[in-house]
C-alpha cells in the first residue's frame, strides 16, 4: 500500500502528455531524470506570455516591454525565494545547468594558476566535468578526484584528505542523475571553506526533489534546470553568492551586459545583466517561475514522501527478479533506480519496454565514469517522479520479465 497526501490521479490530470498512447499502449514515463513532463499551469504561461505579451525586456518604454520585463524579473524573485537566496541579483538567469557551469568556470579562469587544485566528485555528469577539465588546461591547474564506494556513496574521509591550501574550487552534485545518491553536500560545503575553497553544487538532479536553501547551505554556486522541474527545457539559473559574482568576470559580450559601450572603452552593467548578455528566453523564465509555483502548490514534503515509497516499492519489486542488480544503493536517495538483467545489454531492454510503451532510459545517463567504475557499457534507469503510481511501477516490473524472457 502507498499513501499519499497527494491526490495523484488530479495531479495526473494536470499533465496532457501523461494521456498519450506510445506504440498502442498507454505511456509510462520513468525518464523523469532527463527532463520531467509540463503541467498546464506551465504550458497556459508559455500559451499566456506569446498571446498577451511578448516583447523585448529591459529596454522598452512601451507597455508590453514593460509587461514582458516585470514577469521576468518577478519569476527571479519567485526563484530567489524558493531557494532562499539574500538577493533577486544572485539569481542569474542562463540556458540550464551546463550553461551555468561552464559560466563559472570560465570566470575562474584568472583565478587559478598552475599547481592550484579543483575536486572533482567521483559521480560526477559530463557537464559537471568536462567544464572543469577544460578550466585546468587553460590554468594549469590539477583535477582530483574524490571517490565513491561501490554503493554509491562519496568516501568522506578520503576526501578531507585530498583537501588542502591547494584547494580552490570543490565541485560535486546534489543528488547523482546516475545513481540517485543524495550527497551530504553540507558537509562537503563546511570542509571546502575550511581549506577557503569555492564551492559549486550541481543541483540539476536535488531541486526536483529537495527544497532548497542557499543560505543554510552557505553554498558559492548552486546550478537548476527548468525541464527537469516541470519547467521548459533551454532556461534555467546560476546562484552565486554576492561576493563571488561580484568577483567573477563576465562571461559573454554583448547587449544587455553592458553600462556604457565605447571603442576605447566598455563598462558592465551591476548584477544580474553582468552575466546575462544578449535577448534571454523570456518566456522560458516566466514558465520556470510558474513551475516553481506548480511545485509548491504540491508541496516538497509530500512529494519527497511519495516518491520515496514509490522508490522503495519499485525496488522491493525489481529486487525480486532473479539475476538484476541494482547500482547505487546509498542509505539516501531520491526516486532513481539503475539496473541491468545479468548477460542482457541494457539497450536491449529499454527497446523491448519502449515497445510496451515504457519510457526509461539507457545507457551511460552522460556519466561515463561512473560506469567505468562498475565497469559496465551502462544501465537501465527509471527514474520516478510524482505524478507516477504503484500501478506504472508494476507495468514496468512486468515489462522487464518479459523482456528478459524475450532475450534470454
Ligand atoms: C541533467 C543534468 C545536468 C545537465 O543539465 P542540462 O539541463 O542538460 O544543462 C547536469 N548535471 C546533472 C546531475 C543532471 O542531471
Given at each position: 500500500?502507498?499513501?499519499?497526501?497527494?491526490?495523484i490521479?488530479?495531479?495526473?490530470?494536470?499533465?496532457?502528455?501523461?494521456?498519450?498512447?506510445?506504440?498502442?499502449?498507454p505511456?509510462?514515463?520513468?525518464?523523469?531524470?532527463?527532463?520531467?513532463?509540463?503541467p498546464?499551469?506551465?504550458?497556459?504561461?508559455?500559451?499566456?506570455?506569446?498571446?498577451?505579451?511578448?516583447a523585448?525586456?529591459?529596454?522598452g518604454?512601451?507597455?508590453?516591454?514593460?509587461?514582458?520585463?516585470?514577469a521576468?524579473?518577478?519569476?527571479?524573485?519567485?526563484?530567489?525565494?524558493?531557494?532562499?537566496?539574500?538577493?533577486?541579483?544572485?539569481?542569474?538567469?542562463?540556458?540550464?545547468?551546463?550553461?551555468?557551469?561552464?559560466?563559472?568556470?570560465?570566470?575562474?579562469?584568472?583565478?587559478?594558476?598552475?599547481g592550484?587544485?579543483?575536486?572533482?566528485?567521483?559521480?560526477?555528469?559530463?557537464?559537471?566535468?568536462?567544464?572543469?577539465?577544460?578550466?585546468?588546461?587553460?590554468?594549469?591547474?590539477?583535477?582530483?578526484?574524490?571517490?565513491?564506494?561501490?554503493e554509491?556513496e562519496?568516501?568522506?574521509?578520503?576526501?578531507a584528505?585530498?583537501?588542502?591550501n591547494n584547494?580552490?574550487?570543490?565541485?560535486?552534485?546534489?543528488?547523482?542523475?546516475?545513481?540517485?545518491?543524495?550527497n551530504?553536500?553540507?558537509?562537503?560545503?563546511?570542509l571546502?571553506?575550511?581549506?577557503?575553497?569555492?564551492?559549486?553544487?550541481?543541483?540539476?538532479?536535488?531541486?526536483?526533489?529537495?527544497?532548497?536553501?542557499?543560505?543554510?547551505?552557505?553554498?558559492?554556486?548552486?546550478?537548476?534546470?527548468?525541464?527537469?522541474i516541470?519547467?521548459?527545457?533551454?532556461?534555467?539559473?546560476?546562484?552565486g553568492?554576492?561576493?563571488?559574482?561580484?568577483?567573477?568576470?563576465?562571461?559573454?559580450?554583448?547587449?544587455?551586459?553592458?553600462?556604457?559601450?565605447?571603442?576605447?572603452?566598455?563598462?558592465?552593467?551591476?548584477?544580474?545583466?553582468?552575466?546575462?548578455?544578449?535577448?534571454?528566453?523570456?518566456?522560458?523564465?516566466?514558465?520556470?517561475?510558474?513551475?516553481?509555483?506548480?511545485?509548491?502548490?504540491l508541496?516538497?514534503?509530500a512529494?519527497?514522501?511519495?516518491?520515496?515509497?514509490l522508490?522503495?516499492?519499485?525496488?522491493e519489486?525489481?529486487?525480486s527478479?532473479?539475476g538484476?542488480?541494482?547500482?547505487?544503493?546509498?542509505?539516501?536517495?531520491?526516486?532513481?533506480?539503475?539496473?541491468?538483467?545479468?548477460g542482457?545489454?541494457?539497450?536491449?531492454?529499454?527497446?523491448?519496454?519502449?515497445?510496451?510503451?515504457?519510457?526509461?532510459?539507457?545507457?551511460?545517463?552522460?556519466a561515463?565514469?561512473?560506469?567505468?567504475?562498475?565497469?559496465?557499457?551502462?544501465?537501465?534507469?527509471?527514474?520516478?517522479?510524482?505524478?507516477?503510481?504503484?500501478?506504472?511501477?508494476?507495468?514496468?516490473?512486468?515489462?522487464?520479465?518479459?523482456?528478459?524472457?524475450m532475450?534470454?
Amino acid at each position: 500500500m502507498i499513501t499519499t497526501n497527494l491526490d495523484i490521479e488530479t495531479i495526473r490530470k494536470d499533465f496532457p502528455i501523461l494521456k498519450r498512447k506510445v506504440n498502442g499502449y498507454p505511456l509510462v514515463y520513468l525518464d523523469n531524470a532527463a527532463t520531467s513532463q509540463t503541467p498546464k499551469q506551465v504550458i497556459d504561461t508559455i500559451v499566456d506570455y506569446y498571446s498577451r505579451f511578448n516583447a523585448n525586456i529591459h529596454r522598452g518604454v512601451h507597455s508590453l516591454s514593460q509587461e514582458a520585463t516585470d514577469a521576468y524579473e518577478n519569476a527571479r524573485k519567485k526563484i530567489q525565494n524558493h531557494i532562499n537566496a539574500v538577493e533577486p541579483h544572485e539569481i542569474i538567469f542562463t540556458s540550464g545547468t551546463t550553461d551555468s557551469i561552464n559560466l563559472v568556470a570560465s570566470g575562474f579562469t584568472s583565478f587559478l594558476k598552475k599547481g592550484d587544485e579543483v575536486l572533482v566528485s567521483a559521480m560526477e555528469h559530463h557537464s559537471n566535468i568536462v567544464p572543469w577539465q577544460m578550466l585546468c588546461e587553460r590554468t594549469g591547474a590539477i583535477l582530483k578526484v574524490i571517490p565513491m564506494n561501490p554503493e554509491g556513496e562519496l568516501l568522506i574521509d578520503e576526501y578531507a584528505k585530498l583537501l588542502s591550501n591547494n584547494t580552490k574550487l570543490v565541485v560535486c552534485n546534489h543528488v547523482s542523475n546516475a545513481l540517485g545518491s543524495i550527497n551530504p553536500i553540507e558537509k562537503i560545503i563546511s570542509l571546502a571553506h575550511e581549506v577557503d575553497a569555492a564551492v559549486l553544487i550541481d543541483g540539476a538532479q536535488a531541486a526536483p526533489h529537495i527544497k532548497i536553501d542557499v543560505q543554510k547551505l552557505n553554498v558559492d554556486f548552486y546550478t537548476v534546470s527548468a525541464h527537469k522541474i516541470c519547467g521548459p527545457t533551454g532556461v534555467g539559473i546560476l546562484y552565486g553568492k554576492e561576493e563571488w559574482l561580484k568577483k567573477l568576470p563576465p562571461y559573454q559580450g554583448g547587449g544587455e551586459m553592458i553600462a556604457e559601450v565605447t571603442f576605447e572603452k566598455t563598462t558592465y552593467a551591476d548584477l544580474p545583466h553582468k552575466f546575462e548578455a544578449g535577448t534571454p528566453n523570456i518566456c522560458g523564465g516566466i514558465a520556470f517561475g510558474a513551475a516553481i509555483d506548480y511545485m509548491n502548490s504540491l508541496g516538497y514534503e509530500a512529494i519527497a514522501s511519495y516518491e520515496k515509497e514509490l522508490l522503495e516499492y519499485a525496488t522491493e519489486e525489481l529486487k525480486s527478479i532473479k539475476g538484476l542488480k541494482i547500482y547505487g544503493t546509498s542509505q539516501h536517495k531520491t526516486s532513481v533506480i539503475s539496473f541491468n538483467v545479468e548477460g542482457i545489454h541494457p539497450y536491449d531492454i529499454g527497446t523491448i519496454l519502449d515497445k510496451l510503451g515504457i519510457a526509461v532510459r539507457t545507457g551511460h545517463h552522460c556519466a561515463q565514469p561512473i560506469m567505468d567504475y562498475y565497469n559496465i557499457p551502462g544501465t537501465i534507469r527509471a527514474s520516478f517522479s510524482f505524478y507516477n503510481t504503484k500501478d506504472e511501477v508494476d507495468i514496468l516490473v512486468e515489462g522487464v520479465k518479459k523482456a528478459k524472457q524475450m532475450l534470454s
